[in-house]
């Protein structure tokens, strides 16, 4: 009589409960279930009630049960190994005591974490695991080869529809999942998967493909693989790669490659959720035979695989077909017992692994380039793009502070000369800040300024605003230049008539200068008002008001502002300095209005339209003498 085996379930999810522990229960003669392991209590309770497994034999973890074999209050022979997750660490503690593991893949994402596991192999000396890949251990996929060697073959095309759960396992009855662990504790188990699937995938790999990694490939495609490798060898050389629908996860994924003897394969795995059943088939061709093989599902015990081979005998074609003796669950639970029994070949183990993991990601690698990605991950052109980023910023830094330095420096330089001329030309009081440039000023040619002829700098006329609030060059420079009139107009000396220019001549374009006008009204004691410039000839005065601040008496009509806007300069005509424009005068003021002189002869408006009033040039040459700075009255101000 055989000898019977004692087993040990850890995980009683839908693979121990569908597939592993019906075999088991079938196969008495052979395997004695010992222990259960779960970390869930619902489920380790339930399935254990469900396969008759006593309460002394459930354990929560594979720790413990390892210690109940050390303590000899059980003993184990060989272990089915089927929980989701992570497997390495579990694997390697039964391994560690001598005892076979079967594992249903995969039984890890990344090379290191399986390089881990063939080192302790070979530093034993035997090989301590085998992959379930039941379809692998078939009667039928043995056939394959013995009907078409591998010499012979020209052409293999593997098909799998896979759908989902339902068709395949509800017959089994499992019991539903459970999900009473600690949120702390799923939490950690799916971090430990997620950085696992990383550590295989690539850190340039998205959501989208370790999803497709490990949906798709290493529990669909590789399991097409293990099946060419039992019958034919592994494939050696992958061709082409196509997944499809786009953005569909796990999709449909076909594979062109060939294998070690040069025959092509055609891989196709499709997961469709919704299609009626299960469906796998091999179909292969020589030169005078075609063979067509169905695998039947592992969670269907009583289902047999067929294998068709159609071949012309005599002149007509025959077609024999040959049914499996055992399901391929049971038969690689046989082949499991043989190998713990007897050493024979087990299928695919460690080594296997390996390989197959290599074909994986280089599938996936494929599918991402094809839609124009990588699996590397970019960070070093990540890293050199915020450097010239951050470059940029610096230099950009250093121009602003650069000229923000030089503008306030050609400011200071500029602002005392300036002043300095003022001051020889015999203003009183300087120009008011904040008043905005004349348009003549901003849109017309450069015109020279009586303080240049004598001596004084021109330098401010290029200087720029050192800020809103803060004193301008440019006003300082234009108190200069109307000094001169001011004087003459007094009945000062005048300046020579060389050094001024013509008056219709534009200043040059000077940069915008807005700052805060000081407000007299703030104090209590009488303030003189700003000297009145008498206005170049050709230009004329604009009202700032046109209203008169005193009642009007008998006299002539005061000034039309309609008329005296005329000129898109009369705005700033009065006051070169920037200064605000004079208050309107009453014509009945014994000071006179003020009134610009007679135009050269060369202006373009003509002595008649210098009298918007209708006065003579008598009356205009005897109000002259008004035309000097008047004390003004403090409401007014």
Do not use: C
């Not at 890949?133 to 073959?153: C, E, F, N, T």
């Not at 091999?282 to 093989?293: G, Q």
């Not at 003498?625 to 004390?631: F, S, Y």
């Amino acid at each position: 009589m055989p000898k019977v085996l004692r087993v040990a379930v850890i995980g009683a999810g839908t693979m121990a409960q569908a597939v592993h522990l019906p075999v088991l229960r079938r196969r008495w003669d052979r395997f004695s279930v010992e222990a259960l392991v779960d970390h869930s209590p619902r489920r380790r309770r339930e399935a254990s009630e469900a396969w008759g497994i006593p309460e002394e034999a459930r354990y929560e973890s594979v720790g413990d049960l390892i210690a109940a074999v050390r303590a000899k209050t059980v003993g184990i022979d060989m272990v089915v190994l089927a929980t989701d997750g992570l497997h390495v660490e579990d694997v390697l503690t039964i391994v560690r005591r001598g005892i076979p593991v079967l594992v249903e893949p995969p039984v890890a994402f990344s090379e290191a974490e399986l390089r881990t596991l063939a080192d302790f192999e070979r530093m034993t000396g035997r090989r301590l695991v085998v992959l379930a890949y039941p379809q692998q251990h078939d009667d039928a996929v043995a056939a394959m080869s013995g009907h078409i060697a591998r010499k012979d073959l020209r052409m293999i095309d593997y098909e799998v529809l896979m759908p989902a759960s339902q068709p395949l396992y509800s017959h089994a009855h499992v019991t539903t999942s459970a999900y009473d662990l600690p949120s702390e504790v799923r939490a950690q188990r799916r971090t430990a998967l997620q950085e696992a699937v990383v550590a295989g995938t690539g850190e340039g790999a998205t959501q989208r493909d370790r999803d497709l990694y490990v949906k798709g490939l290493l529990t669909g495609v590789a399991h097409q693989m293990a099946v060419l490798q039992k019958a034919y060898g592994p494939m050696t050389e992958i061709l082409a790669v196509r997944h499809w629908p786009r953005g569909v996860i796990p999709g449909s994924i076909e594979i062109l490659g060939e294998l070690e003897s040069g025959a092509p394969v055609r891989l196709v795995w499709h997961y469709l959720p919704f299609a009626p059943e299960y469906s796998e088939r091999v179909r292969l061709l020589s030169a005078r035979r075609r063979v067509e093989v169905d695998l039947a599902p592992p969670s269907f015990a009583d289902r047999r695989s067929t294998v068709t081979l159609r071949e012309k005998n005599a002149g007509s074609v025959t077609a024999t077909t040959v049914v499996s003796d055992l399901g391929s669950a049971e038969a690689m639970w046989e082949d499991f017992y043989a190998f713990v029994t007897k050493g024979e070949d087990p299928g695919s183990g460690i080594p296997e692994a390996l390989a197959e993991l290599a074909l994986m990601h280089e599938i996936l690698d494929r599918i991402v380039t094809a839609d124009g990605r990588s699996l590397e991950p970019e960070e070093v052109e990540a890293e050199e793009n915020e450097a010239d980023e951050n470059e940029a910023d610096e230099n950009e830094a250093d121009e602003n502070e650069a000229g923000e330095a030089a503008s306030e420096d050609a400011t200071s330089d500029d602002a005392a000369p300036a002043a300095a001329a003022s001051d020889g030309a015999g203003a009183e009081q300087p120009a008011a800040a904040g008043i905005e440039p004349a348009e003549s000023e901003r849109d017309g040619p450069a015109a020279a300024v009586p303080a240049a002829a004598e001596g004084g700098p021109r330098g401010a006329e290029t200087a720029e605003p050192s800020g809103v609030g803060g004193s301008s060059a440019d006003a300082d420079a234009d108190v200069a230049a109307d000094a001169a009139p001011v004087a003459g107009a007094a009945g000062e000396q005048e300046p020579d008539a060389d050094t001024v220019e013509n008056p219709v001549a534009e200043p040059p374009v000077r940069d915008q200068v807005t700052e805060v006008l000081p407000d007299l009204r703030e104090s209590s004691t009488p303030t003189a008002s700003l000297p009145t410039a008498a206005p170049p000839a050709g230009r004329w005065i604009a009202a700032a008001d046109p209203q008169p601040s005193e009642p009007a008496s008998s006299g002539p009509d005061p000034v039309d502002p309609a008329r005296a806007v005329d000129d898109v300069d009369a705005w700033n005509g009065g006051r070169q300095d920037g200064g605000p424009a004079p208050d309107p005068v009453d014509p009945s003021d014994p000071a006179g209005p003020v009134e610009p002189t007679e135009p050269p002869a060369g202006s373009s408006r003509s002595a008649q339209e210098g009298a918007p009033d209708g006065r003579t040039e008598q009356d205009q040459a005897a109000e002259q003498e008004h035309a000097r700075p008047q004390e003004s009255d403090p409401g007014r101000a």
